[in-house]
């Protein structure tokens, strides 16, 4: 492993502006066993989750050999899930969404036009059926 984890955890500590006195009460250690956590290379599993929790970052990340395949455990540690399966997941959700987005687009439409339709507002000449809005008219043939 080409990482230290210890700084790795300090850097973040950092950036999120937790004093370290807190920190050390978060995840159930001394201040002092603070300061050994950032000189260690390793670190036991069960010492990263809590760190893991307490500071939102996944750092097991770093102990796997492509970052997307990694696993996630929920708070009470019974349900495992792969990050790949997360993505697959949302991404059915994000066209699920999008094509929900596009339905409800075109029954407003439908909406409209039979709101014009009961407010007696007639159809134009060219028109032989009803149509949305969107949809390309036809040409006339000559």
Known sequence: ???HIGKLILKHL???GMNKSEF???IGV???NVYSIFRRKSISTDLLFRISRVLDYDFFQYYTSSRS???LAAEDGKMIVSAHDLESTIDGLRKECELLRQENHY???L???MRDRMNGKPETADEEEPRLRHAPKRKKKK
């Open 14 to 16: 950092e950036g999120m």
């Open 1 to 3: 492993m080409s990482f």
């Open 30 to 32: 001394t201040p002092q």
């Open 111 to 113: 909406n409209d036009l």
């Open 69 to 71: 395949s990694y696993m």
């Open 107 to 109: 029954l407003k439409q």
């Open 24 to 26: 050390a009460r978060r």
